[in-house]
Nanobody, 120 residues
Framework: QVQLVESGGGLVQAGGSLRLSCRAS????????MAWFRQAPGKEREVLVA????????YYADSVKGRFTISRVNAMNSVYLQMNSLKPEDTGVYYC?????????????WGQGTQVTVSS
């Protein structure tokens, strides 16, 4: 029901910033819990940040707390990830994901991913 497309990845030096965007199709974007995941080379995909339907509640993994900020603009069918003070260990493929908060299943919809590379 939902298609997600990420953008904004690239190559950045340590200490720099990037802003990722995720745009969703459909007319029911505000019904979904949104999140950003990261898959580092050779590692499992992990959730970094998540945001409630209204944007009132957020979750941050310890590794990104204080550096990354998730936000959403429902009128634009978009969710964003502002990344500051980037570190080489932030390198990986970043995925946008959507979930019906009332479903017992996990995240149902995924973007194609966008590569973020942080150099030393």
């Amino acid at each position: 029901q939902v298609q997600l497309v990420e953008s904004g990845g690239g190559l950045v030096q340590a200490g720099g910033s990037l802003r990722l965007s995720c745009r969703a199709s459909g007319r029911t974007f505000s019904n979904y819990l949104m999140a950003w995941f990261r898959q580092a080379p050779g590692k499992e995909r992990e959730v970094l940040v998540a945001i409630s339907r209204s944007g009132a509640a957020t979750y941050y993994a310890d590794s990104v707390k204080g550096r990354f900020t998730i936000s959403r603009v429902n009128a634009m069918n978009s969710v964003y990830l502002q990344m500051n003070s980037l570190k080489p260990e932030d390198t990986g493929v970043y995925y946008c994901a959507a979930k019906n908060p009332f479903s017992t299943s996990g995240y149902q919809y995924w973007g194609q991913g966008t590569q973020v590379t942080v150099s030393s």
